[in-house]
């Protein structure tokens, strides 16, 4: 098993230019989330998708839009993105019953110029 | 929202010495999470832990619930130990994961 994949592992963009970050699970998991970790800091949640079909905010979403294609995939978009928006971002899974432990990703790292 | 908070932020060792790090959360948690991040930015999973006791070879890690804590034990630690642990909370199960600050541990040779 592979776990959780996302690509790409670096990027770099240009104010105002968009793009998508890919992110799958092969544990078939039912729960999906996007975070973001700036230099010296914890994670917080951008989105998250309780269920196939269902996504919610998180604490920081402005700026993004999600996806969840289907079980196993979970996009997250920057449609005009910003300086702020440089950032590590991580994907997550969980099995979303009483044992609800989350599962990583390797992590994007985008650096918006 | 709750809060995590972590201690100490820093932490120096020599190799072979034992550790405590501790978490502290603001309220009653559904799910509790140790994590390590390596020198390479990766998230490892060490503890899913939001009662009781667990072991996994030289470390441990113990959450008190009804009084909002938990530790992480580390034994004759190594230089692969060096990174951030991080702490995590969550209070409804497909909720999110609130993070602490993390704790910075370098292991010296």
């Known amino acids: 098993n592979a776990g959780v994949t996302q690509t790409p592992k670096f990027q770099v963009l240009k104010t105002g230019q968009s793009m998508t970050l890919q992110c799958a699970q092969d544990m078939n998991h039912n729960s999906m989330y996007w975070y973001r970790q700036d230099p010296g800091m914890g994670l917080r949640l951008i989105y998250y998708s309780a269920s196939e079909g269902t996504t919610d905010k998180g604490e920081v979403p402005n700026g993004y839009n999600v996806s969840r294609l289907n079980k196993r995939e979970f996009s997250l978009r920057l449609e005009s993105a910003a300086p702020s928006q440089t950032s590590v971002y991580f994907c997550?899974?969980?099995?979303?019953?009483?044992?609800?432990?989350?599962?990583f990703g390797p992590g994007t790292r985008l650096t918006v110029l | 929202g709750i809060q995590v908070e972590q201690s100490p932020p820093d932490l120096i060792l020599q190799e072979g010495a034992n550790s405590t790090l501790r978490c502290n959360f603001s309220d009653s948690v559904n799910n509790l999470q140790w994590f390590h991040q390596n020198p390479w930015g990766q998230l490892i999973n060490l503890f899913y832990i939001p009662s009781g006791t667990k072991q996994n070879g030289r470390l441990s890690a113990t959450t008190v619930a009804t009084e909002r804590y938990s530790l992480l034990y580390i034994s004759s630690s190594q230089t692969t130990d060096s990174g951030v642990y991080f702490c995590?909370?969550?209070?409804?199960?497909?909720?999110?994961?609130?993070f602490g600050e993390g704790t910075q541990l370098t292991v010296n040779p």
């Open positions: 995590a909370v969550e209070i409804t199960s497909g909720s999110r994961l609130t």
């Open positions: 997550a899974s969980s099995r979303y019953d009483r044992f609800n432990e989350q599962f």
